[in-house]
Structure formats: C-alpha cells, structure tokens
C-alpha cells in the first residue's frame, strides 16, 4: 500500500482481499454510516406512517435493524485506529470491481417477503468506499463485471444500481428498494408448498416489471452518458457493461440504443414513428 501511495500509478490491481483491508478513517466511516442510518430511520418512518394492519412485523423488524445498526457503529468508531495508509491517501479515484456478484449483499431494509438483505461486510466496505469517491471525484467513480448480475433475487438489480448511479435512483425518486420495486414490480401471492413438503402456505413473490419504458430510457441515457465520457467505447461494449449491472441481457439494450438512435437522427432506419404509422396504416 505505501507503493501505490507514493507512486503515479495508471492502475493498480490487486485481489478482493487486499481492497478490503484498505481501511477507511474514522471520519469516511462516520460519514457513510450516518448515510446508512438515515436510510434506515426513513424507513422506519415511512412504515409508522402507513399504519396498516398485518405489518407490525416488519415494523419491529426495522426497530431491531436501526438498534443494532446503532450499537454496530459505536462499536466501529470505538475501536483503536491506527493504520499505516487510509484509503483516502492511496489516491484511488475509480474501482473496477470483477466479479461484481460476490458484492450484491449489500444491506436492503424492505417490507416484502423475501426482499430484505441483511447485509455483509464485504459489500458494505466496497459501498463505503464508492459514497466516499463519489462525493470526492464526481458521479461516475466505478465499472462492474459479472456474468449473473442476478443470483437471488430482484433486489440484486436495486443494489447495482445503489453501487453505480445512486443518483440517478434518487432523482427519480426511487432509491429505497420499496419504492422502486412499487414503481417497476408486481407482487402476486401465490400457494406454494412449504419446506415440510407438505404443508401449503401463501408466498408473496416478484410476477413481472411494468413501468418499463422508464427503466428502458434509464438504461439507454446510461449508455449514452458513459460512451460520452468514454469516446472510443463502442455501443456492443457499453451494453455489455451496462446491461448485466441492471438485470437487462446486452443484446436486448443493444437494441434499443440502436433504435434510440434512429429515432433521433443519428443513424439510418426506420423510426419508431414510421413504424408505428405504417403499422396503423396496414390495420
């Protein structure tokens, strides 16, 4: 670490392991924790609010999550700290994370069954470091790449999303996961068997997106954005990199970027508007 402090380095590479061990100062963990609790605290808030019945559950649950939450941060900043080199004075301005799926534990506070991610370190400290480039070196501070950007569950594609372009998620007014997957999810509940084998009981589980048009010009803008900040990235490699950190397959994104494109001028083909009249004219 002392090398790649005091050296003028166009990239470093190393393993997961010793990316972690790069510890954060007190003052970048307070600051990111605090973030973190504030999170939690209006989710507590936004379920006392709604008042319904059923939920009292939930609600405790986010009570035992804010406490412990709590006490886990007095713990952190109680501990002695003296490292040789802090990740702030490494000089890191962009992470490339490979792998990107050994991350997707990131802690998620959500009502729905199944949704909640309690969180692991790992993720947490990659998370930590992300908030405090972020705020030092812009919006853009990080590329994933993975190959199953989605192992689990749908709140993995929320929690890419957190990683990469949290702003984006707030602006449109969606970044706690409740929100966003009211705004793009269906919930059904359906009889399923239970472990026993034979017990049935009622599962609450993720049917289809809707709202898709938003989270198909969310998708495009971000290709667009990052082949502007990256002249020679091509539109295949921009959708490879892209599409797997929002759950969306390359070719399909492919697709539509390329029909963006000729519905704004930029490339010959038949427009949305063509289509869509030549269609009707045939009916």
Not at 85 to 113: C, M
Not at 244 to 266: E, H, N
Not at 273 to 282: R, V
Request: charged share 30%; glycine share 8%.
């Amino acid at each position: 670490m002392a090398r790649v402090t005091t050296g003028d380095w166009d990239a470093v590479i190393m393993t997961r392991t010793a990316f972690e061990r790069i510890a954060m100062s007190p003052t970048a963990q307070a600051d990111y924790l605090d973030a973190q609790l504030s999170e939690l605290r209006e989710a507590l808030e936004r379920q006392r609010s709604e008042g319904q019945q059923g939920r009292r559950n939930t609600l405790k649950q986010l009570e035992t999550r804010l406490l412990n939450a709590e006490e886990k941060i007095k713990e952190r900043l109680a501990k002695d700290y003296d490292p040789a080199v802090t990740f702030e004075q490494t000089g890191i301005d962009y992470v490339v994370v490979d792998e990107a799926h050994d991350f997707k534990n990131l802690h998620t506070a959500s009502r729905i069954p199944g949704a909640a991610i309690e969180g692991s370190n790992r993720a947490a400290d990659l998370e930590m470091k992300m908030h405090y480039l972020r705020r030092r070196h812009g919006l853009r501070v990080g590329t994933f790449a993975t190959a199953t950007p989605i192992a689990n569950s749908i709140t993995e594609a929320h929690v890419m999303q957190r990683y990469l372009r949290p702003d984006l998620l707030e602006a449109a007014g969606v970044l706690d996961f409740d929100t966003w997957a009211a705004t793009f999810g269906q919930t059904t509940a359906e009889i399923e068997i239970g472990p026993d084998g034979g017990t049935p009981r009622l599962k609450a589980r993720f049917a289809k997106f809707h709202n898709s048009n938003e989270m198909r010009e969310r998708a495009k803008r971000m290709v667009r954005e990052a082949r502007q900040q990256e002249p020679g990235l091509s539109v295949n490699a921009a959708c490879k990199r892209i599409g797997p950190q929002l759950g969306i397959v390359p070719d399909t994104l492919r697709g539509w970027c390329k029909q963006a494109d000729i519905d704004d001028g930029l490339a010959p083909g038949v427009s949305t508007a063509e289509s869509e009249g030549a269609q009707a004219a045939a009916a």
